[in-house]
């Protein structure tokens, strides 16, 4: 082979095989970061990820039934099912792009037999000499490839991947927003179970207190006004346990959609909720882009989009395809396979538009006010989780600083209902005192439960914000690669 033949075939083979690539190289727009939350003790800024359990997060709050319900929500929860379903998707769609690397080959053998008219139409050199049969037996391939000279292929591969890493951030995120919301739920109806046990209480209270009224009543030592006041609250409070139970079914039942199971079928016997908030540390707020998966979806939703970029431009540059055919080709079958039998072609075809009436110009448009929106869906996303995880972090701070003064309060109401109740039976003040300190207890302790359990659901929120103990640099794994066995699957 020739000194020239070979510098043409060198450059042809760079060129087929490492052509330029068009469009944007991608690098990951800057997001305004805040240099560290604003906290207060007890909650501070520490190492990333120290405080929030890898993977089942929901340790962290030590509760074996609640973790129970986290385990079957990952393995019966449907909506978690249908994001799964999504990224075998979106891996079969980047495995798609990425079977386009690699040459085409197809085959469409035939057979036939027919018979020619002797009327057909002939020309003075071939006179039809009556009718003829014939056999024509065909076995042909096909093979075809079309050359990435600009990289429009790349980018679309570079395109299915990004996709196929948002989607699984988006499966990360829902598993992240199912098991927080059975959390949440969880800890609320516990809270429920505490207040309806301080209501049933209370009933059991108010029923000695009429029984009490009523008695000195009958002995002319309490007016009927008493014995009313009495009966009103007591009624009052039973309105509110009843409400309150339909209250805890609907939490119920929301616990069993997301654990998958039937709402009739699904029960959780009573408890009273008594866990304190685990220790959590925020870390800094850095490190919240590679710890949220819903960040790191929109992080790689521009990564697509700026692929898209480079999938436009490249319609601006001229395709080639090379293409081959043969094959065998008789009349008689068992010649078929003869070496006089053999077909072939080779060759190779180059397009160019050349007018498409601003078509090419607006498709590179629509791929840039695409990316431009992706980057500040980023940045919006960003903006929220840095105010969730704030949010949080105050809310606690502050709930624990409710808690405590609540606490006092309840304590304070005891002793109220305690002097009341001594002084009614001294005859020193009417039961009106009574009722009243009554009413008091009973609204300090359900304060008192409600903040309990706000405080677990906040440190619920905390770890969701936190994105749950999850990395992004898990999505490196997350990519589909050129296989034998997949090139040559069928």
Known sequence: MSVKKLAFLSIAVFLFGFGCTVGPKYQRPSAPVPAKWEVTEPWRESAPKDGVAKGEWWAVFQNDELSALEKQALDANQTIKVA???????????????????????TAPSAQRQRLSGNRPTSSNFPATGPVSQTNITLPFVAGYEVDLFGGRRRSIEAAQASYQATAADLENVRLVITSEIAGDYFILRQLDSELSILDRTVENLQKGLQLVDSRHTGGLASGLDVAEEETLLNTTRTQAILLRQQRKQFEDAIAVLVGKPAPDFQLAPKELNAEPPALDAGLPSDLLERRPDIAEAERQMALANAQIGIARAAYFPSLNLFANGGWQAADIAKLLNVQSTFWAVGANAAEAIFTGGSRRAQTQFA?????????????????????????????????????????????????LDIATSRYVGGLVNYLDVVNSQQALLNNEQELAVIRGQRLVTSVLLVKALGGGWDASSLSAVQVKAKIRDVVAP
């Open 84 to 106: 799964a379903a999504r990224l075998e998707q979106a891996r079969a769609a980047a495995a798609l792009q990425i079977a386009t690397q690699f040459p085409t080959l197809s």
């Open 368 to 416: 840039k006010a695409g990316y431009d929106a992706s980057v500040a869906s980023y940045r919006d996303t960003v903006l929220n989780a840095f105010r969730e995880v704030q949010d949080d972090v105050t809310g606690l701070t502050v709930l624990d600083q409710a808690y405590r003064s609540q606490d006092k309060a309840v304590d304070s109401a005891r002793r109220t």
